[in-house]
């Protein structure tokens, strides 16, 4: 097996993944796919994403830009170094970001089943209140389960870290 191969069909897998899930360009997305294939050692430069990704450096920044206000890339310096030293962010953060989705939909849910239960006057909105509670039921599962994973990251991160 080409490893090199390998590698561009996993950051082009990682790329499309990320267009579709976050709706973001497709050069942010290849972009964050680069940083966790390639990143996660010691950052990339924006001088090698530029070189790398052959993309134009406003391009490259804009999409960085977009990347870090939207706390999927982090960045670091180097002391004596001007240069900036870009990673994708860590798992724990990425499932923090999915603990805000939840968190959101557990608030619409909680105010749908509070308006069902005032409203449901026929046997298919009370069929729907007993689908919504189900829902939530198996909501706050998910934000239990990920909670505990964040927790796990978390450890290991501080472990990975001291050992860098």
């Given at each position: 097996m080409d490893i090199q191969k390998e590698k561009n069909e996993l950051i082009e897998m990682f790329g499309i993944h990320f267009e579709k899930l976050y709706n973001i360009p497709p050069l942010a997305a290849r972009i964050l796919g680069t940083l966790i294939i390639d990143g996660c050692k010691a950052g990339l430069t924006f001088?090698?994403?530029?070189?790398?990704?052959?993309?134009?450096?406003?391009?490259?920044?804009?999409?960085?830009?977009?990347?870090?206000?939207?706390?999927?890339?982090?960045?670091?310096?180097?002391?004596?170094?001007?240069?900036?030293?870009?990673?994708?962010?860590?798992?724990?953060?990425?499932?923090?970001?999915?603990?805000?989705?939840?968190?959101?939909?557990?608030?619409?849910?909680?105010?749908?089943?509070?308006?069902?239960?005032?409203?449901a006057s026929c046997p298919k909105e009370k069929c729907n209140l007993e689908n919504v509670k189900a829902y939530k039921i198996h909501i706050s599962e998910v934000d239990k389960s990920i909670r505990k994973t964040i927790e796990e990251f978390k450890k290991k991160e501080i472990t990975n870290n001291k050992n860098q």
């Open positions: 001088e090698t994403l530029v070189e790398t990704m052959n993309a134009s450096k406003s391009s490259i920044s804009t999409n960085l830009n977009l990347l870090l206000k939207m706390d999927k890339i982090t960045y670091f310096t180097l002391c004596g170094d001007r240069k900036k030293y870009f990673k994708s962010a860590d798992l724990s953060k990425r499932l923090e970001n999915y603990l805000n989705l939840i968190d959101s939909e557990m608030t619409i849910i909680t105010r749908m089943i509070n308006y069902r239960e005032q409203t």
